[in-house]
């Protein structure tokens, strides 16, 4: 064996001890810093949380799970405690996993009209005339039809068709009598 061959020999072995001492240190460190790191629990959604949906139904139909964060990883407004979400309503969905904070929740005067919609209700949005919105005379809660009025082109005497559209509306909003082309919102399910 020549002087060359034994030098490279030895080179290549301090190397790979050297390659192992720093993959060693590296996971030890690692391990060290984890052990002394502070973990706080935090809510988190279980499933996906719709917009408009009140904390007394998160709470109850179990859309929350706790789980042991580190205090690095807290979103600013993070909630702890499930108490914290009574009287609140969802203002914006919230996606399985996230972490629930206090800006996702808001009174239900915030949502608008979006918080008497459930589910696959709709609301939507009638302009007319004072006539057309029956302005003065309708009021929330009451429920309407909504009807269709045509004229029929095939016939010489131009016959006028009429036809109930959607039955029984709940009216969300009403138009106001002080405003004229106001617009009202009914509930479509």
């Not at 131009?158 to 009216?171: A, G």
Request: aromatic share 4%; with cysteine; charged share 20%.
């Amino acid at each position: 064996m020549t002087y060359r061959v034994k030098n490279i020999g030895i080179a290549v072995v301090l190397a790979a001890f050297a390659g192992l001492l720093t993959i060693f240190y590296v996971a030890n460190y690692k391990r060290h810093v984890q052990n002394g790191e502070n973990k706080v629990s935090v809510l988190v959604a279980a499933r996906d949380i719709p917009a408009g949906t009140t904390g007394a139904e998160v709470v109850g139909q179990h859309y929350l799970k706790t789980e042991s964060v580190p205090r690095r990883t807290i979103v600013p407004g993070a909630i702890s405690n499930s108490s914290q979400l009574n009287n609140e309503v969802v203002t914006d969905q919230i996606y399985r996993g996230e972490q629930i904070t206090a800006l996702r929740f808001g009174t239900s005067q915030e949502l608008g009209i979006r918080a008497q919609l459930r589910g696959n209700e709709r609301a939507m949005q009638l302009s007319g005339d004072e006539n057309e919105l029956l302005v003065g005379t309708l009021k929330q809660g009451d429920h309407v039809d909504v009807l269709a009025t045509w004229t029929h082109p095939e016939c010489s005497s131009c016959v006028h068709v009429s036809k109930v559209v959607v039955r029984n509306l709940l009216v969300l909003k009403a138009a106001d009598p002080k405003s004229i082309g106001a617009a009202s919102g009914a509930r479509c399910r």
